[in-house]
């Protein structure tokens, strides 16, 4: 069993910066894959970054250049680095751990970080 816990979100304002963290607790695999999602208000959950084991890590469009995600192995953390906030960024961030264990895929998610960006 894993569990996923989030921190870091808030109000913050337009061009602002925040740091999301996630750390899992559990039985961790060093090849799962730990990602950021987030559930914009109306809109279906979209994924944001997966912070892949050493590869280049694809970002949703609209974040790129702006988010940076990275991963801590040490720490089973992973972080979302979040600069120049539009009011769009507006969301609940979840964390997402998938991993393969004995041919089966298992999905764990966080209980959501709430960011608003306004002014």
């Known amino acids: 069993q894993v569990q996923l816990a989030e921190s870091g979100g808030g109000s913050v304002q337009p061009g602002g910066s925040l740091t999301l963290s996630c750390v899992a607790s559990g039985s961790i695999n060093s090849d799962d894959v730990m990602g950021w999602y987030r559930q914009r208000p109306g809109k279906q959950r979209e994924l944001v970054a997966d912070?892949?084991?050493?590869?280049?890590?694809p970002y949703l469009d609209s974040v790129k250049g702006r988010f940076t995600a990275s991963r801590d192995d040490g720490k089973n953390a992973i972080y979302l680095q979040m600069n120049g906030l539009y009011p769009e960024d507006t969301a609940v961030y979840f964390c997402?751990?998938?991993?393969?264990?004995?041919?089966?895929?298992?999905?764990?998610w966080g209980q959501g970080t709430q960011v608003t960006v306004s002014s």
């Open positions: 912070v892949v084991p050493g590869g280049n890590t």
């Open positions: 997402h751990l998938r991993t393969n264990r004995n041919g089966q895929t298992y999905d764990y």
